[in-house]
């Protein structure tokens, strides 16, 4: 932890500090951050982190960050300590802080919250994500194409809508350039246990996969795909120090431009509750440099799709999409809704086993 | 890695990687359990090991000083806990927990600067010929040398065990502290060489872990291991050979875990996640069902204090 909070003596203190909460000057902005993993995971929580530097650095505000977050009950205990300690913007990073962020900011009503991944808003609770699913359009066509095996190894952490749809949205491309190419996938139940993602990677690769993909933040997949020469792909962040070989891209968030006109906003007192969601075209989600072992050709393939996307003229979810019996649930010349794609619960053609409900 | 091997080939050896934290671990506590001695602080000293080896690998790229000194600071770890229960008495339940817990924040604040840190993987000690062979080649003769280690470090406590008169005494030791006192032996000496052996096989455990199995620092990246090679210890009865079996189970069900799910066999991966506990559970319960061998090769003594009588 990079700062330690003072334990709150009694609650006549954290009343005081509330009521200066309440006081402060609107100009005056404190940033809190929690994280699920730790700021060095090379990951996830590693880029919010870097939005956060950048944020400090850009408007000289006060910022802190809790790093290594469970979520559920001590999510809620660590936020309202943000809140009592004079935060009065605070970012939860991590889907599983939706409920602890609500409950939270109904006490605090004079602190702005912003929740990363989610879906749930209220006056002073603010959404934003990033269309991360665009770079995992961006890597389906480098797997489609890289593949010898037709197998790719997909790690997943938990089965909810944001890694579905990472999932498909990959399959879709992979299956565009690449008819034959099949996805295994692994559900590891956790967002960074580097044991577990290397094992989940281990037994991919003895399946058969040549392609790694991984929506948990550890490097250890990328290692095992490294010594055991198979392609991997990186999640969050450049992580080609940890396989400068395997790392084909990597599909890197950039928060940095959003926290600072989030802040900016509470400064201003022009802050509402809104939803963001920024791909490809708004910087949100960037690929890092590609692999030079990748085909010029392949190369520019994938750089096409970027720009189309970007674009507009290119939708990852545009129709005709089947699921997984074959069945047509996108029809052609249609595209699926963000609202539809906020709730996405089915795996499409081309993903092996069944999704777990 | 030889690309050619049959899948089974390759899934064994995932499953062998699994098990080797849990086999090094667990052959320390089985000795330190036969000299009578409860250390619960697996865990603890592992994350020291871990955390230990992976600087050292980081700061100066050896090796050979990395695996050094995990195995000292593990050493270190169960020389505090030594002293603790053996010479000031504690209870060896309580000072082995608190050895555990002390092991996670330490390690934790240790490793701050570490984590995110790229090492090279432990080399692979590869024999010239035997290596090439197909199938026995990677099955046995393509690890690093915490693999061969702890392979050979079964037979080796066997011998030591069985067939040696400090194993012997040792053995006399945990089964009687009075009697071995009273012939003379160095009861609490004799305890400390086991702790401290305990100590610097669960921080080789460790460090196998943070150097070989994922070449990467991550707080409590033990998760847990610590605690199921206690079970394992109590699952294989105090036998050495049982062990090394026990740790092959419990690496296969966890692995296997991963490959009933790609391979999209229905059940809740949650469930499946459970396996390898629900597995050690299973185990203890039926092995408790015989009580009278199990009271035969428990070591009597085990936990409780020695108090020389002046």
Same mark, same amino acid.
């Given at each position: 932890?990079?700062?330690?909070?003072?334990?709150?003596?009694?609650?006549?203190?954290?009343?005081?500090?509330?009521?200066?909460?309440?006081?402060?000057?609107?100009?005056?902005?404190?940033?809190?951050?929690?994280?699920?993993?730790?700021?060095?995971?090379?990951?996830?929580?590693?880029?919010?982190?870097?939005?956060?530097?950048?944020?400090?650095?850009?408007?000289?505000?006060?910022?802190? +960050?809790?790093?290594?977050?469970?979520?559920?009950?001590?999510?809620?205990?660590?936020?309202?300590?943000?809140?009592?300690?004079?935060?009065?913007?605070?970012?939860?990073?991590?889907?599983?802080?939706?409920?602890?962020?609500?409950?939270?900011?109904?006490?605090?009503?004079?602190?702005?919250?912003?929740?990363?991944?989610?879906?749930?808003?209220?006056?002073? +609770?603010?959404?934003?994500? %990033?269309?991360?699913?665009?770079?995992?359009?961006?890597?389906?066509?480098?797997?489609?194409?890289?593949?010898?095996?037709?197998?790719?190894?997909?790690?997943?952490?938990?089965?909810?809508?944001?890694?579905?749809?990472?999932?498909?949205?990959?399959?879709?491309?992979?299956?565009?350039?690449?008819?034959?190419?099949?996805?295994?996938?692994?559900?590891?139940?956790?967002?960074?246990?580097?044991?577990?993602?290397?094992?989940? %990677?281990?037994?991919?690769?003895?399946?058969?996969?040549?392609?790694?993909?991984?929506?948990?933040?550890?490097? %250890?997949?990328?290692?095992?795909?490294?010594?055991?020469?198979?392609?991997?792909?990186?999640?969050?962040?450049?992580?080609?120090?940890?396989?400068?070989?395997?790392?084909?891209?990597?599909?890197?968030?950039?928060?940095?431009?959003?926290?600072?006109?989030?802040?900016?906003?509470?400064?201003?007192?022009?802050?509402?509750?809104?939803?963001?969601?920024?791909?490809?075209?708004?910087?949100?989600?960037?690929?890092?440099?590609?692999?030079?072992?990748?085909?010029?050709?392949?190369?520019?393939?994938?750089?096409?799709?970027?720009?189309?996307?970007?674009?507009?003229?290119?939708?990852?979810?545009?129709?005709?999409?089947?699921?997984?019996?074959?069945?047509?649930?996108?029809?052609?010349?249609?595209?699926?809704?963000?609202?539809?794609?906020?709730?996405?619960?089915?795996?499409?053609?081309?993903?092996?086993?069944?999704?777990?409900? | 890695?030889?690309?050619?091997?049959?899948?089974?080939?390759?899934?064994?050896?995932?499953?062998?990687?699994?098990?080797?934290?849990?086999?090094?671990?667990?052959?320390?506590?089985?000795?330190?359990?036969?000299?009578?001695?409860?250390?619960?602080?697996?865990?603890?000293?592992?994350?020291?090991?871990?955390?230990?080896?992976?600087?050292?690998?980081?700061?100066?790229?050896?090796?050979?000083?990395?695996?050094?000194?995990?195995?000292?600071?593990?050493?270190?770890?169960?020389?505090?806990?030594?002293?603790?229960?053996?010479?000031?008495?504690?209870?060896?339940?309580?000072?082995?927990?608190?050895?555990?817990?002390?092991?996670?924040?330490?390690?934790?604040?240790?490793?701050?600067?570490?984590?995110?840190?790229?090492?090279?993987?432990?080399?692979?000690?590869?024999?010239?010929?035997?290596?090439?062979?197909?199938?026995?080649?990677?099955?046995?003769?393509?690890?690093?040398?915490? /693999?061969?280690?702890?392979?050979?470090?079964?037979?080796?406590?066997?011998?030591?065990?069985?067939?040696?008169?400090?194993?012997?005494?040792?053995?006399?030791?945990?089964?009687?502290?009075?009697?071995?006192?009273?012939?003379?032996?160095?009861?609490?000496?004799?305890?400390?060489?086991? /702790?401290?052996?305990?100590?610097?096989?669960?921080?080789?455990?460790?460090?196998?872990?943070?150097?070989?199995?994922?070449?990467?620092?991550?707080?409590?990246?033990?998760?847990?291991?610590?605690?199921?090679?206690?079970?394992? /210890?109590?699952?294989?009865?105090?036998?050495?050979?049982?062990?090394?079996?026990?740790?092959?189970?419990?690496?296969?069900?966890?692995?296997?875990?991963?490959?009933?799910?790609?391979?999209?066999?229905?059940?809740?991966?949650?469930?499946?996640?459970?396996?390898?506990?629900?597995?050690?559970?299973? /185990?203890?319960?039926?092995?408790?069902?015989?009580?009278?061998?199990?009271?035969?090769?428990?070591?009597?003594?085990?936990?409780?204090?020695?108090?020389?009588?002046?």
């Amino acid at each position: 932890m990079q700062q330690h909070f003072k334990h709150l003596g009694s609650g006549l203190l954290a009343a005081a500090l509330a009521f200066t909460v309440t006081t402060t000057n609107a100009a005056e902005v404190k940033a809190g951050f929690i994280l699920v993993g730790p700021v060095g995971d090379h990951g996830w929580s590693y880029q919010h982190n870097q939005g956060r530097l950048a944020l400090a650095k850009n408007l000289g505000i006060k910022t802190t +960050v809790v790093e290594s977050v469970k979520e559920g009950a001590d999510a809620e205990r660590v936020i309202r300590k943000l809140a009592t300690s004079g935060y009065n913007l605070i970012f939860t990073t991590s889907f599983g802080y939706m409920n602890s962020t609500l409950k939270v900011a109904k006490q605090f009503p004079n602190v702005k919250f912003e929740h990363a991944t989610g879906y749930k808003r209220s006056k002073n +609770v603010s959404t934003y994500g %990033a269309r991360f699913y665009e770079g995992r359009y961006i890597a389906g066509i480098l797997a489609g194409r890289m593949t010898k095996s037709n197998i790719i190894g997909y790690i997943g952490s938990f089965p909810i809508p944001e890694v579905v749809r990472g999932i498909d949205s990959f399959t879709i491309a992979l299956r565009k350039v690449n008819p034959k190419a099949t996805v295994k996938v692994i559900w590891v139940n956790s967002w960074y246990d580097p044991g577990k993602e290397s094992d989940a %990677a281990k037994t991919l690769i003895d399946q058969g996969a040549d392609v790694l993909l991984q929506h948990t933040d550890s490097a %250890a997949p990328l290692q095992t795909a490294e010594s055991r020469g198979v392609w991997g792909v990186g999640q969050a962040s450049d992580m080609s120090k940890f396989a400068p070989k395997a790392q084909l891209t990597a599909i890197v968030d950039n928060w940095g431009d959003y926290y600072t006109q989030e802040a900016k906003a509470v400064m201003d007192g022009t802050w509402k509750s809104h939803d963001t969601w920024g791909g490809l075209k708004a910087g949100m989600v960037k690929l890092a440099p590609y692999n030079k072992a990748i085909p010029a050709k392949v190369v520019a393939e994938a750089e096409a799709a970027r720009k189309a996307i970007i674009s507009g003229e290119l939708h990852p979810f545009q129709g005709p999409i089947k699921d997984q019996s074959g069945k047509v649930v996108v029809a052609a010349g249609e595209t699926l809704s963000d609202q539809k794609l906020l709730g996405l619960n089915f795996y499409v053609q081309g993903v092996q086993g069944s999704l777990p409900k | 890695m030889n690309v050619d091997s049959p899948m089974w080939v390759e899934i064994f050896l995932t499953i062998l990687a699994a098990s080797i934290p849990l086999l090094l671990a667990g052959l320390g506590e089985l000795i330190t359990e036969k000299s009578g001695v409860l250390n619960l602080g697996l865990e603890g000293m592992m994350l020291a090991g871990a955390i230990t080896g992976f600087a050292f690998m980081a700061k100066t790229g050896s090796a050979l000083i990395a695996i050094t000194t995990a195995a000292a600071a593990g050493m270190a770890m169960s020389l505090l806990f030594a002293f603790l229960a053996l010479t000031l008495l504690s209870n060896q339940v309580a000072t082995g927990l608190a050895l555990t817990l002390f092991g996670v924040g330490l390690s934790a604040l240790l490793g701050k600067p570490f984590v995110g840190t790229a090492i090279p993987e432990l080399p692979k000690l590869s024999i010239p010929g035997l290596s090439d062979l197909p199938i026995v080649g990677p099955l046995l003769f393509h690890h690093d040398f915490l /693999v061969y280690f702890a392979l050979l470090s079964v037979p080796a406590a066997a011998y030591f065990l069985l067939h040696t008169r400090p194993g012997l005494i040792l053995r006399a030791v945990g089964e009687s502290h009075d009697a071995a006192h009273a012939l003379g032996y160095p009861v609490i000496r004799i305890r400390y060489m086991a /702790v401290l052996y305990g100590g610097a096989m669960s921080g080789l455990a460790g460090a196998f872990l943070s150097l070989s199995y994922t070449p990467m620092w991550a707080e409590n990246m033990t998760a847990g291991r610590g605690w199921i090679a206690l079970a394992l /210890v109590v699952f294989a009865t105090w036998r050495t050979g049982r062990l090394l079996l026990g740790a092959l189970l419990f690496g296969a069900v966890s692995i296997l875990e991963l490959h009933a799910q790609a391979l999209g066999i229905q059940i809740p991966s949650q469930l499946l996640s459970m396996l390898p506990y629900l597995a050690t559970i299973v /185990v203890l319960t039926l092995i408790s069902a015989d009580s009278t061998r199990i009271r035969l090769l428990t070591p009597a003594c085990i936990g409780k204090s020695f108090h020389p009588p002046s």
